[in-house]
C-alpha cells in the first residue's frame, strides 16, 4: 500500500508550536535551571537515532540521570529488551532507588518534559510532532524487516505506540504499531494522537505522584 503524504506537515508542525510556545518556552528554561543547579553535568542529552530516509540525526532531551554514561546503559537494556521480548519497561524505578536520578527525574520523565528539547528537532525538519519513535541504529539493526517502513516518514515526539501501551508493548510490538501508523497516516490520526497523547501524559504523572517511590525523591551526592 502506498504511504499518504503530508505535503503540510511541517507547517502544521510550526503553527501548532508557536501557538504552545507561551507554555512550552518558560517550561524548558525552567527545567534547564533546574538540572543545571541540582545535579553536575550537561543539561542536555544527545544520542544518535535514525531518521527518515535512514538518515541519522542527534537527538536532544533533558538529562534526567547522574553522570555521563547513559548511551551505553541504554544500548545494554535494549539489548535485553530485545533479546527476551519483553515489555519496553524503562530504568526509572532502578535508577530511582540506585541514586542515579536527578532530583523530581522520576516525575520529568513521566510527564514527558524530558522531551521538550526535540522540538528543535522538529523545527531543524529532522523530526515531526507525530510519527514512529525515533529509534537507535541498534534498535533498528535488531529488528530490520520491521522497521523498514518507518523510514518513509519522519520520526515523531509522540506517535501510535506511545497512545497504545508503550511501556507495556515489546519492541517488535513496538515496531508493528509503528509500521501501522505509516501505512495509514492522515492529519486526522495524527490530531487524534495528539489529544489522546494529553491523557496518558496525564495519567502518566498521577501515578507518579501516587507512587510511593516518587514519595521522597533522594538527592544523590555529587562524584
Given at each position: ?100 536520578l536527578i532530583p523530581l527525574g522520576r516525575l520529568i520523565r513521566a510527564a514527558g518534559f524530558d522531551e ?108
Open positions: 500500500m502506498r504511504t499518504p503524504r503530508l505535503p503540510a506537515q511541517g507547517i502544521r508542525d510550526l503553527l501548532l508550536l508557536t501557538i504552545t510556545s507561551p507554555l512550552w518556552l518558560p517550561l524548558g528554561f525552567v527545567l534547564a535551571l533546574w538540572i543545571r543547579t541540582t545535579s553536575p553535568g550537561p543539561v542536555f542529552f544527545r544520542q544518535t537515532r535514525i531518521g527518515r530516509a535512514g538518515r541519522p540525526f542527534v537527538l536532544w532531551k533533558f538529562r534526567t540521570l547522574q553522570g555521563t554514561d547513559h548511551e551505553a546503559r541504554h544500548a545494554r537494556h535494549i539489548e535485553q529488551l530485545f533479546a527476551h521480548d519483553v515489555p519496553l519497561l524503562k530504568l526509572d524505578a532502578t535508577d530511582e532507588k540506585a541514586g542515579r521538550i528539547p526535540q522540538i528543535f528537532n522538529i523545527l531543524r525538519g529532522e523530526m515531526s510532532l507525530v510519527g514512529p519513535r525515533p529509534v537507535t541504529p541498534a534498535e533498528l539493526a535488531a529488528c530490520r524487516q520491521l522497521g523498514r517502513s518507518r523510514l518513509k516518514v519522519r520520526p515523531g515526539l509522540t506517535g501510535w505506540w506511545q497512545v497504545n501501551g508503550k511501556n507495556e508493548t515489546t519492541l517488535r510490538r513496538m515496531l508493528a504499531l509503528d509500521a501501522v501508523y505509516v501505512r495509514h497516516t492522515s492529519h486526522a490520526l495524527d490530531l487524534s494522537i495528539l489529544i489522546r497523547t494529553i491523557s496518558v501524559v496525564l495519567r502518566a504523572t498521577l501515578e507518579t505522584l501516587a507512587a510511593p517511590s516518587s514519595a521522597t525523591i533522594a538527592v544523590p551526592d555529587a562524584a
